[in-house]
């Protein structure tokens, strides 16, 4: 099947390179080459990123609670998007960012008729701040900006091939799923994303395709309905 519309969903790590941590250059070259492959084939798309390369949570410090915890993740959320705005500048390619009205006035409000008419003009639109809310993680943030620019899936990249029954790195008889329902990926606890999130595709009826984004080419063979990854849906 070929895409009109997208959502793309990348954790923070993504941009932190061989590390993980912090933004390496050559990991937001390789990004915005990896996007602009299927932009110039006009496909709209919407970004969710994560800010885990920046700041995870507040569990291993004692002295920050959830929420700040939360606020402080959200915040990663907008520097990661900064320098996907500047590495799409550098490759060619226009984009913004969007974020909730109490996260910062660097970007444009996150507004649903304004980005699917920026979307329309081919402009990138990165979704920063994640729900503007504590106690939702990024996954929710995707899953919501998904349904509200009617993508016609959210595309999560991670760095394996698509979704198995057991962690593949520790479990070589680990199975890996080519389609999952919604339900049996909630069963199985299979992790792919929260379970509000989950809900939120399964409400929407909003597929997820779960694929190695570290994988070069790998972003455009989805898009071409190549048989990657693993297919989330009824």
Do not use: W
Not at 57 to 85: C, P, Q
Not at 193 to 205: K, P
């Amino acid at each position: 099947m070929n895409y009109n519309r997208i959502l793309l969903k990348l954790s923070g790590e993504i941009l932190g390179g061989v590390k993980g941590h912090g933004i390496d250059p050559n990991a937001a070259s390789y990004f915005a080459q990896e996007v602009k492959l299927i932009h110039d084939k006009h496909i709209q798309i919407g970004i969710v990123i994560g800010g885990g390369n920046i700041f995870r949570g507040a569990k291993n410090v004692n002295f920050i609670n959830r929420v700040t915890g939360d606020h402080m993740g959200m915040l990663a959320t907008v520097i990661n998007a900064l320098a996907l705005r500047d590495a799409f500048k550098n490759a060619g390619i226009k984009s913004c960012i969007m974020t909730p009205p109490s996260i910062s006035q660097l970007t444009l409000p996150i507004d649903r008729y304004h980005a699917v008419e920026l979307l329309q003009q081919d402009v990138i639109v990165i979704f920063a701040g994640g729900t503007g809310n504590p106690y939702f993680t990024t996954d929710s943030a995707a899953a919501l900006r998904a349904s509200e620019i009617n993508a016609e899936i959210l595309l999560k990249g991670t760095k394996v091939d698509g979704v198995y029954s057991a962690d593949p790195m520790k479990d070589s008889t680990a199975k890996r799923y080519n389609t999952v329902t919604y339900r049996q990926a909630l069963e199985k606890k299979l992790h792919i994303m929260d379970m509000s999130a989950m809900a939120l595709c399964q409400e929407n009826n909003m597929p997820i395709m779960v694929f190695d984004f570290t994988k070069t080419g790998e972003l455009n063979r989805v898009i071409s309905g190549e048989p990657v990854g693993t297919l989330i849906s009824e």
